[in-house]
């Protein structure tokens, strides 16, 4: 092996999940979503060359099993990046920060590229009914005590096939795998909620699989971190040394609102409230109720469930700021006291209001109150206060551009381009962008789009992303919908302090095919465009 740089791995690998296909909060990967997929871009450093392969060669952590996988660059231009996907499973990993090595192959020899990924594991709690997220550093707890739905649903005001008496319960996800015959005793959580969320998978294939979406968003929630090690001085430990603590929040908030929605298909007991809360209006100071999301079944409900819950991941990690963690903002304010003290326990309480539509996208406001406390050896610190805080990952505008009709004969090409705030091309490697077609019958396909000058993408670099589909006789001819999904991805580079690096989010939304708006009635999943498959 020897000592080439000529290629590298810009930006940390991310995870994508099976049940929806989107990219997970700041690409974490996590246990009880099972079998995963590896992301990576593969960017050429240094002279034109041809014929690469790329494979990934081991993982630290044995618990992680890849799919082997060899994948071929025809022409690897200078700067830049191809995007290649690995399957692994996950279910028996560790939580921490572990290492992928990866293998790239030319005629000049092997490079060996190695990268962190980051793997949480989430459990169910019955003694506090919260669900604990650990990393190596801590276990986050976390009791849902509200979650905001649809007034309209919850009021029978619409005939709607998710509005029932079930509609307001207060079971859990334990009582979910209940209902399905997972849960044989209470030491096999997340074992069962990893079985589940796999079964998950098959039902969210399924044509017939219909979204039932009662809750929305978090409206109320309580959190708890208790350090591996109790530790000295103002500052505890961020997760993996890189995120806040709010992106291991998200990850439970995107986890539970899928597992809600495969819930509500399985048997209609769907609701992600711990704690004795149940389902709640949208609060009087925002002047309405909230739509309620609905899909034409299939592949379409299978989308917008991961647009929902992507668009209230959004949502939270807008209310809780970028620029600085909550968790951070009340460490801020309680220095311990003595030399020595040791904080052993740090809570916060979090109630989000919605003063705007829920956009992803756009830069709407998400209103806070909180209160932190921190328990030490010598006593107890608290500060609460209140702000409005403004989602910063957001499109000035983007395009799209697809063929009315495709053949069994020709590809469907599908071109994309995305515009920041500041109305400049993301390009490259700065997106994840997948293209979802959903048949006549609730099929569902997926493809990647990349900007990497390869095939029907004719140039590199220049902010336009390109995917194709090879339509088969297997796919029913009419009318196949489609639309466009853009996540960012987090960028943080490994020079970076810890603190700078967490003010880096990736895996947010920045398409709107789903708004959460106000003003009741339905708030359907809004396609891109349509493609006529003829033979």
């Known amino acids: 092996m020897n000592a080439m740089t000529q290629f590298e791995i810009p930006n940390r690998p991310f995870a994508s999940e099976p049940i929806t296909g989107l ?47 060899t994948y071929s660059i025809v022409h690897a231009a200078t700067r830049v990046s191809h995007l290649f996907s690995w399957e692994a499973d996950f279910s028996a990993a560790a939580p921490g920060k572990h290492m992928v090595s990866f293998i790239v192959v030319t005629a000049e020899g092997h490079e060996r590229i190695i990268k962190p990924i980051f793997v949480t594991k989430m459990n169910f709690n019955p003694a506090t009914h919260s669900f604990s997220i650990t990393t190596s550093e801590a276990v986050l707890d976390v009791a849902f005590i509200e979650m905001i739905g649809s007034g309209e649903c919850s009021n029978n005001k619409i005939d709607n096939s998710c509005c029932s008496d079930r509609y307001d319960t207060r079971s859990t996800i334990l009582d979910v795998l209940n209902v399905v015959g997972k849960l044989q005793s209470s030491d096999r959580e997340s074992c069962n909620l990893l079985s589940y969320l796999s079964e998950g998978i098959s039902v969210t294939n399924n044509p017939n699989f219909t979204l039932c979406a009662s809750q929305l968003l978090v409206g109320k929630l309580k959190a708890q971190i208790q350090p591996t090690q109790p530790y000295e001085g103002q500052y505890g430990d961020l997760p993996f040394q890189d995120p806040w603590w709010k992106v291991i929040l998200a990850v439970v908030t995107f986890v539970l609102l899928v597992a809600a929605a495969i819930a509500e298909a399985v048997d209609g007991s769907g609701d992600v409230t711990a704690g004795g809360g149940g389902t709640h209006d949208l609060p009087n100071s925002s002047g309405g109720t909230y739509c309620t999301p609905t899909a034409t079944g299939g592949g379409a409900s299978k989308v917008a469930a991961g647009l929902l819950a992507g668009a209230a991941t959004v949502a939270a990690i807008a209310g809780t700021s970028d620029v600085r963690d909550t968790f951070r903002k009340g460490q801020d304010q309680t220095a311990p006291a003595s030399e020595g003290e040791l904080t052993i326990a740090e809570d916060l309480e979090l109630s989000f209001i919605y003063p705007e539509e829920i956009v992803p996208g756009k830069a709407f406001k998400v209103s806070v109150d909180w209160q932190y406390q921190r328990i030490t050896t010598e006593g107890t610190y608290t500060h609460k206060d209140s702000e409005t805080n403004t989602n910063i990952h957001i499109l000035s505008k983007y395009d799209i551009i697809a063929p009315n009709e495709a053949s069994l004969q020709e590809p469907f090409i599908v071109k994309s381009q995305f515009y920041d705030a500041d109305n400049n091309l993301f390009v490259g490697n700065q997106l994840f962008v997948q293209c979802f077609l959903i048949g006549p019958s609730g099929e569902w396909r997926s493809i990647v789009l990349q900007d990497n000058g390869v095939g029907e993408d004719r140039e590199a670099n ?67 465009g349509e493609v006529n498959l003829i033979g």
């Open 462 to 528: 220049d902010g336009t992303y390109t995917g194709v589909k090879y339509f088969s006789a297997d796919d029913r001819m009419g009318s196949w919908k489609y639309f466009v999904i853009a996540q960012d991805i987090n960028h943080a580079t490994p020079d970076m302090q810890p603190e700078e690096a967490a003010q880096i989010v990736g895996g947010m939304l920045l398409t709107n095919q789903l708004s959460i708006t106000f003003g009741g009635g339905n708030c359907p999943i809004v396609f891109d």
């Open 23 to 69: 990219m997970t909060p700041d690409g974490i990967f996590e246990v009880a979503l099972g079998k995963q997929i590896i992301n990576a871009h593969i960017m050429n450093n240094g002279s034109e060359v041809d014929q690469v392969l790329v494979y990934i060669e081991s993982v630290s952590d044995p618990g992680i099993v890849v799919t082997p996988k």
